[in-house]
């Protein structure tokens, strides 16, 4: 069961957040230094909120477990 719940959180973490890597790195991307300050900043933003996102769905699904437990 234990196994299930962490790979079923790392799936919906990377349905939500792009790694890194996998971006690839063209104009407006926000971590090219040529990538205008508005762009890289909406980029940025947009990140942030999945983040958060990821995060709020990660402590639900934790306190299910622990409610469950």
């Known amino acids: 069961m234990e196994a299930s719940t962490n790979n079923t959180l790392l799936e ?3 349905e939500l957040i792009q790694p890194p890597s996998e971006r690839p790195l ?3 991307n926000p971590l ?3 990538t205008p300050a508005s762009m890289a900043i909406r980029d940025l933003a947009v990140r942030t909120v999945a983040l ?4 709020r769905e ?8 622990l ?3």
């Not at 958060?52 to 995060?55: D, K």
């Not at 990660?58 to 477990?65: D, F, K, M, T, Y």
């Open 32 to 34: 090219l230094s040529v």
């Open 12 to 14: 919906r973490v990377e």
């Open 26 to 28: 063209v104009w407006g």
């Open 67 to 69: 409610d469950e437990a």
């Open 52 to 55: 958060e996102t990821a995060v």
């Open 58 to 65: 990660i402590a639900n699904e934790l306190q299910r477990l």
